[in-house]
């Protein structure tokens, strides 16, 4: 499986900032996926990273406020933007690789998150 | 869309006794079911998954059933030890439906030695 890491680990940050995620992959995967994990709470799809072209977002959120990029097959970042409180949030980037099961659900990887705090 | 229930939310056992985690989807075209395993301060961590044509699967301490007429699939993990004590995570995804992960409410394991 591929390694993915994240930067920062953890910030606190004040309310009306905006706060950019990274997530880096040591090889080139299809797919890279953003997800917000609230406090206790489960895990929710905020939006697909598309290589080269503007993310695809889940209902509930939009690119003014979630805005990310992804120049290539190995690296994405994630704003965090205009921050509230209840952005207070782990946010997780995963990654899945088509190849070999093109047509098929494929195994999905996550990163070690962001832990972010709005004060 | 998908809806995904899992049960209990919260499982304590003793060391060496099995752990039985069950969700229900709602989405009859579903057909890729993986569990996820997240400690403490660390992101999700793929441990099993079952694919739709299948109904069972094992890894070593660890299984997973499904059946798709109910729609409903389960996790077992057998001689549990301290360190499976987690959060699990049920999630289901269909075909063409590439990172759209639906997961359940998670369930905190806890295993006492």
């Known amino acids: 499986s591929a390694v993915i890491s994240q930067k920062p680990s953890r910030d606190i940050c004040q309310r009306g900032t905006s706060l950019t995620i990274q997530c880096q992959v040591d090889?080139?995967?299809?797919?890279m996926f953003w997800y917000r994990q609230q406090p206790g709470q489960s895990l929710t799809l905020i939006a697909t990273a598309n290589q080269g072209s503007e993310a695809t977002y889940e209902s509930g959120f939009v690119i003014d406020k979630f805005p990310i990029s992804r120049p290539n097959l190995t690296f994405s970042t994630l704003t965090v933007s205009n921050m509230s409180p209840e952005d207070s949030s782990i946010y997780l980037c995963?990654?899945?690789?088509?190849?070999?099961?093109?047509?098929?659900?494929?195994?999905?990887?996550f990163g070690p998150g962001t832990r972010l705090t709005v004060l | 869309g998908e809806n995904v229930e899992q049960h209990p939310s919260t499982l304590s056992v003793q060391e060496g006794d099995s752990a039985v985690i069950k969700c229900t989807y709602s989405?009859?075209?579903?057909?890729?079911f993986p569990w996820y395993k997240q400690e403490l301060g660390k992101g999700p961590q793929l441990i099993i998954d079952i694919r739709s044509n299948v109904g069972e699967k094992k890894d070593q301490r660890i299984a997973v059933t499904l059946n798709k007429t109910a729609k409903h699939f389960s996790l077992h993990i057998t001689e549990t030890q301290p360190e499976d004590s987690a959060v699990y995570f049920c999630a289901a995804s269909r075909e063409t439906s590439y990172g759209k992960l639906t997961f359940g409410q998670g369930t905190i394991l806890t295993v006492h030695p």
């Open positions: 989405d009859s075209a579903s057909n890729y």
């Open positions: 995963s990654v899945e690789d088509l190849e070999g099961l093109a047509f098929f659900g494929n195994e999905q990887f």
């Open positions: 090889s080139q995967v299809t797919m």
